[in-house]
């Protein structure tokens, strides 16, 4: 069973265009993270959800935006594609105390975007 | 904020051979894991180590939280531990891990 899932894999669109992402954490889990990881390796915290509420928040331009459903799942979706938006992004998720926790995460496969 | 370095960026070794990974952080934090990032990108996970010393196998790893760095030792390296190895902190209080910017591993048969 796969703990943390990303949907789709691989994902080739046109600049201007609007996609999603989905992540789905079968470990009973209550924070999911997405991050991205630029061309040079550089890993970046985006978006964190912890109980399906916002907790971080990241310079992110508005056009990225998370939603989640349940305490399992974790979307993201983009508008109006950049060709700088093109990047490998993972989702991620832990299991939190109060009062910020020490919950080690766990990551997807990741889902590499390509802008054209 | 806080600052992650990894060092070497990058390493070059004889399978069979001895290594250590270095990770230093520049304020306290409360959670500290490793990573491997395999040449098909996935994130594995090494150790959850925000103090004191584990072992798994060929690995270990030690973070000396008050000294703020934490070390990755690989011993009798192989081919298959080639990729990068990311360190991630996080402060107290805190959702937000930082990520170190890599030790780029390769092992030679």
């Known amino acids: 069973d796969t703990a943390v899932s990303q949907t789709p894999k691989y994902l080739v669109t046109q600049m201007g265009n609007d996609k999603s992402i989905k992540c789905e954490q079968n470990l009973g889990h209550d924070t999911m993270y997405w991050y991205k990881q630029d061309s040079k390796k550089f890993l970046k915290i985006m978006f964190s959800?912890?109980?399906?509420?916002?907790?971080i928040n990241e310079t992110v331009p508005n056009r990225f935006s998370p939603k989640s459903p349940d305490k399992a799942h974790l979307n993201l979706h983009i508008n109006s594609l950049e060709l700088g938006d093109s990047a490998v992004y993972f989702c991620a998720s832990s299991q939190e105390g109060t009062a910020g926790g020490v919950g080690e995460q766990f990551f997807g496969p990741g889902t590499r975007l390509t802008v054209l | 904020g806080i600052q992650v370095e990894q060092s070497p960026p990058d390493l070059i070794l004889q399978e069979g051979a001895n290594s250590t990974l270095r990770c230093n952080f520049s304020?306290?934090?409360?959670?500290l894991q490793w990573f491997h990032q395999n040449p098909w990108g996935q994130l594995i996970n090494l150790f959850y180590i925000p103090s004191g010393t584990k072992q798994n196998g060929r690995l270990s790893a030690t973070t000396v939280a008050t000294e703020r760095y934490s070390l990755l030792y690989i011993s009798s390296s192989q081919t298959t531990d080639s990729g990068v190895y990311f360190c991630a902190v996080r402060y107290s209080g805190t959702y937000k891990y930082i990520f170190g910017t890599g030790t780029r591993l390769k092992v030679l048969a």
């Open positions: 959800y912890n109980n399906k509420e916002l907790i």
């Open positions: 304020d306290s934090v409360n959670n």
